[in-house]
């Protein structure tokens, strides 16, 4: 073999590992680095945040996690509130996206936060489930403390990574009535690789062991140990999992395994047609709200 022929071998080699790490990078920062929203949308949530606290009468709020992130929430209180409602977003949404869940429980005190890198909230990466965890327990430990709210129990409302979030949160310790989990995804390694691929319609081999390597180091730690599936078998408290069959962001897949794990008795899958990821609630509100009631009256004294 000639030297030329040599060369220009790992000269071939040398540049598909610079895309192989390139696309890699790409999507690792994608998923970790805080986004900057549009103008546009910025202006929306401004006008939805506005509304909440004009309508609801909700109250700007602010807590700190125990790794020193300060978040950013909205609590609504009603007088002799039974219960208070946990709302935790989706990945690059805010807490206002979740001002149509806060419909559902107009009985209810209501606390919406951003996660860290989200919306108001501080903090310069996300981690998709892991670190996040912390806000939750943050989120908890405020109401568990605030004058209103604290004698109330605490039902977890989740959409996507918010879902996938409260599983961790209550596998790690925190007390919930109750969880209503809507698209959460079974293993973050599967969705982060579900995600490269509709973000750049690449193959997982071999980019996305260059996308997960760098995402570990970014955010430092293995994906493997953020695992939803397995937080489930780990949760003692009901659990209502919400999904579309044509969830074509994360398979509905997810919710069957989710499910099969859940060992307490009191458990409930309730599985749509024609509903995009994340947005059953909007597709279906009057259905929506009834299994939400239905299933917290049937399990939650």
């Not at 509304?51 to 909205?74: C, M, Y």
């Not at 493997?224 to 962001?249: G, M, R, T, W």
């Not at 509905?252 to 409930?268: C, F, G, M, N």
Request: one cysteine or more.
């Amino acid at each position: 073999m000639t030297k030329r022929v040599i060369g220009t071998i790992f000269g071939a080699l040398a540049i598909g590992s610079i895309i192989i790490f390139s696309a890699g990078y790409f999507i690792a920062c994608k998923l970790v680095f805080r986004h900057q929203l549009i103008p546009s949308y910025l202006k929306r949530v401004e006008e939805h945040r506005f509304s909440i606290i004009k309508d609801s009468h909700a109250e700007p709020v602010s807590f700190i996690t125990r790794d020193g992130v300060k978040l950013s929430g909205l609590l609504v209180t009603r007088d002799q509130a039974k219960r208070t409602i946990l709302m935790c977003h989706g990945f690059l949404r805010t807490k206002e996206t979740m001002r149509h869940f806060a419909k559902m429980f107009p009985e209810d005190n209501i606390l919406m936060f951003d996660f860290r890198a989200h919306g108001q909230s501080e903090g310069e990466f996300c981690s998709i489930g892991h670190y996040e965890r912390h806000d939750v327990m943050a989120a908890l430990a405020f109401i568990n403390t605030h004058e209103t709210t604290k004698e109330t129990p605490v039902v977890g409302v989740g959409a996507s990574m918010g879902a996938a979030t409260l599983l961790a949160a209550a596998a790690h310790g925190a007390n919930f009535q109750a969880l209503i989990l809507d698209s959460s995804f079974a293993r973050l390694e599967d969705q982060i690789a579900h995600i490269f691929y509709d973000s750049t319609g690449l193959p997982q081999t071999p980019f996305m062991p260059a996308a997960r390597l760098i995402f570990e180091y970014i955010a430092d730690f293995s994906i493997k140990e953020f695992n939803p599936e397995e937080h489930a078998s780990q949760v003692n408290c009901p659990v209502l999992i919400i999904h579309s069959k044509d969830d074509k962001y994360t398979p509905v897949e997810s919710a069957h395994k989710i499910y099969a794990r859940l060992e307490h008795d009191q458990k409930d899958l309730w599985l749509v047609s024609d509903a995009e990821h994340a947005r059953i609630g909007k597709h279906y509100p009057q259905e929506y709200q009834k299994r939400v009631d239905s299933f917290l009256k049937r399990c939650v004294a």
